[in-house]
């Protein structure tokens, strides 16, 4: 940004970042979100029955993270078409940049995994799909977070943004990571030169599916949006025998049990309240039959906070707990494993951008569909593409019918289906409507030409 005056600018500029008080952004002209609008919608119109498709065949063929051979292919294919030049296999992911004369260079990321659930929607379009994970044991794989839905309208945000060529100026980078489940595939693309051999974005912007609330309308956060994210293995270590003689074995199974009651007291009695954090062991394996006492016990777990320094403390109490519940029963000191690969940092969203959207979207959707959220636990790895710097946005749209939302409300009535359960089921077409609108308006107000 230029001022006739860049001395007050800096002192102004200062004296905001002093107080924490954050710059307004520019508002679009009287009519340009109207206007904008109903050509995007145009285009869509034309586009949605062939969007739907693709949705559908991309919800029928998933793939596991790391995985995603076909539906890379597919997402270069589908950018090509749309006049982007498409580079492949960008640690795994696919780069499509669309340059269109002077301007910011805005980003657009969509993931492309699936997750090894079976699934039971009952759909026509449903997956059948089955595959070897990375531990080579046969799982079933759906699209059971909604990366189908964002796939849909990166899909159609590229072939609308091609089609408006004269509304803006700038560079378009359009993305398709891997593996976002085990959140390592922004981090591959990273390292594979997504910032260095190609434009390097002003803005990054990203969006999910919400299964919780009805298309159309849409939530975000300002500042922190999503937690740290941690994965750890613990492999407990004992000293096997029969079930029946306890007393010649040390006992794995118990000093497992004895270590995943303690890691609560991490958060129970080691966290201040207002300090958020989530420690779950998601998976406990040892043993092979009722009357035998195994040699280890394998827990795996995921750990959420949002600060550095809690999440530092609360990866040393976990070593702690662990080794100390071992030392208490006389065995071997477990290995505690902290994945360097399966770490992805806090998101936030840049506080300007953010509200910059949310103004957009409130006038375009109506000011009633879209809500400013607090943080969740969750997380994602689109936070690492700010790499503390460049400005990024995810924003949550809602993709179940209004019926089923409606119902759902009612006292007594069983909860709407999450996000990673078997039954989560978006509404293809307005999902994808509001998905591929949104995107493509936040686009086009970043490089709107004559600001
Ligand atoms: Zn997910
Ligand atoms: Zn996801």
Redesign the pocket.
């Known amino acids: 940004m230029r001022s006739a005056r860049p001395a007050l600018a800096a002192v102004l500029l200062s004296a905001l970042a002093l107080s924490g008080a954050q710059p307004e952004p520019p508002a679009p002209p009287a009519g340009w979100v109207k206007e904008t609008v109903a050509a995007v919608d145009k285009k869509l119109d034309a586009e949605i029955a062939d969007l739907v498709a693709l949705y559908q065949h991309l919800h029928a063929n998933p793939e596991l993270s790391f995985q995603e051979v076909n539906t890379a292919k597919r997402m270069a294919a589908e950018a090509k078409k749309a006049g982007f030049e498409v580079t492949e296999n960008v640690g795994g992911g696919v780069v499509a940049v669309l340059k269109n004369g002077p301007g910011p260079v805005v980003l657009i990321r969509t993931d492309m995994d699936a997750?090894p659930i079976v699934e039971q929607t009952g759909l026509p379009y449903a997956s059948k799909v089955k595959t070897k994970n990375r531990d080579g044991v046969e799982v079933g794989v759906m699209h059971?977070?909604?990366?189908d839905i964002h796939m849909t309208s990166w899909v159609g945000t590229a072939r609308v943004l091609a089609s408006m060529k004269d509304k803006w100026s700038g560079t378009l980078v359009l993305i398709a990571q891997p593996a976002?489940?085990i959140i390592a595939g922004a981090k591959k693309m990273l390292e594979a030169g997504l910032y260095t051999k190609f434009p390097k974005p002003d803005f990054a912007l990203a969006l999910h599916a919400d299964p919780l609330f009805p298309a159309g309308t849409l939530a975000y956060s300002e500042g922190l949006a999503l937690a740290n994210s941690d994965t750890i293995d613990i492999l407990v270590k004992g000293k096997g025998g029969h079930g029946a003689a306890p007393h010649l074995t040390i006992d794995p199974v118990v000093i497992a049990a004895r270590i995943i009651l303690d890691l609560q007291t991490i958060v129970s009695r080691e966290t201040d309240p207002f300090d958020p954090v989530v420690v779950t062991v998601g998976s406990i394996h040892g043993g092979t039959k009722h009357n035998i006492i195994p040699n280890e016990v394998k827990l795996q777990l995921t750990v959420r906070t949002t600060k550095t320094e809690t999440r530092d403390r609360v990866l040393k109490a976990i070593d702690r707990i662990a080794k100390a519940a071992a030392l208490a029963a006389n065995a071997p000191p477990p290995e505690v494993k902290v994945s360097l690969e399966e770490y992805t940092p806090a998101t936030y969203n840049d506080v300007p951008l953010s509200r910059r959207c949310g103004a957009l979207f409130r006038e375009s959707q109506g000011a009633d569909a879209v809500r400013l959220r607090k943080p969740v636990m969750?997380a994602?790895d689109f936070g690492r593409f700010s790499e503390g710097k460049t400005p990024i946005f995810m924003y949550f749209i809602g993709t179940i019918s209004q019926e089923k939302y409606d119902a759902a409300q009612k006292p007594g009535a069983a909860p709407l289906p999450g996000?990673?359960t078997d039954a989560y089921a978006p509404v293809p077409e307005p999902s994808v409507r509001t998905g591929t609108r949104t995107m493509s308006l936040a686009a086009l107000d970043l490089l709107r030409k004559g600001k």
Not at 144 to 147: M, T
């Open positions: 997750l059971a977070c909604g990366h976002e489940e969750g994602e996000m990673h």
